[in-house]
């Protein structure tokens, strides 16, 4: 739970950012939440990312089922707000309610921070901040430096086209970003590295990846099944059949979601696979 104090009932404010790693713009968003929480009127207050950044949407709201709650507010902070971001948003905690049976508090969606009254005072300000600044200073020369050609045998290219992104592969790439980091999985095993892509094809299929070299293709992933990817393909070079799509010259459509397997989870700590594999 959040630092901030909070009551214990009412309401929960979550205040939504894309992505985030860096110290400076972490720190920013919690300046943000602090300033909601002081007219919150003791309302619990936190920041979440969408897509690369601790800690994610869904841990947060995950993290918050089963507290004395009446409801969610979500207050996304993008500009422009995008209608599809709102779409794709609610289809998002429609799927986490439907992963996650049992009570649930109302669910808010906020229509963005250019809808607010005091956004015009806000431009003024922002234009008066510009003019203040400091000119740009004069290019410097080139470096000469060089660039080292990565090692890691591993690429996962997430599918960033319409269908995909409707379908969720924002909240997919920043599980598979976030996991990245922790697990260490540019170290981990053959090495890995990801990257989103414009459309990968199968977009009936969607959210769909891709792991290289295999190029094995991947359909209707959620976070439960990039755990399994992690675990069986790019730490020891299995794909995952129950989720993989191979090219067979015909239409193909969703199989019914496959249970999770029970193999450990990939933050649980050092295990060793059945088959040597280690993981980390």
């Known amino acids: 739970m959040s630092s901030v104090a909070w009551s214990g009932q009412g309401s929960a404010i979550i205040l939504v950012a894309r992505s985030a ?96 009254r005091a956004i015009a005072d806000l431009l003024a300000e922002q234009i008066e901040a510009a003019r203040e600044a400091c000119p740009v200073s004069q290019p410097q020369k080139a470096s000469a430096a060089g660039s080292l050609v990565p090692a890691q045998k591993r690429r996962v290219l997430v599918c960033a086209g319409g269908p995909c992104m409707a379908a969720g592969a924002d909240v997919i790439w920043g599980h ?49 099944g990039i755990d399994r990817i992690i675990v069986s393909h790019l730490l020891c070079g299995e794909p995952v059949p129950e989720l993989a799509y191979g090219a067979t010259g015909k239409k193909q459509t969703l199989r019914p979601k496959a249970a999770v397997s029970d193999r450990p989870n990939p933050g649980a700590g050092p295990v060793r696979g059945e088959e040597g594999c280690s993981k980390p």
Not at 62 to 74: A, C, K, N, S, T
Not at 197 to 216: D, F, K, M, R
């Open 21 to 116: 790693i860096a110290a400076v713009p972490i720190a920013e968003l919690e300046r943000l939440r602090t300033l909601a929480a002081a007219g919150a009127d003791g309302a619990w207050v936190a920041y979440a990312f969408t897509e690369q950044g601790t800690p994610s949407l869904r841990e947060v709201v995950l993290g918050l089922l089963g507290e004395p709650i009446d409801e969610m507010l979500f207050v996304p902070l993008l500009l422009p707000m995008e209608p599809a971001f709102a779409a794709w948003l609610t289809k998002t905690l429609q799927r986490w309610r439907a992963e996650h049976p049992g009570p649930w508090p109302q669910l808010r969606i906020g229509s963005g921070i250019g809808e607010g």
């Open 176 to 224: 598979l970003r976030n996991e990245q980091a922790r697990l260490g999985l540019r170290e981990a095993g053959e090495g890995t590295m990801s990257a989103r892509t414009s459309c990968l094809g199968p977009c009936n299929l969607a959210p769909v990846l891709q792991v290289w070299p295999e190029g094995t293709y991947y359909g209707g992933v959620d976070e439960a």
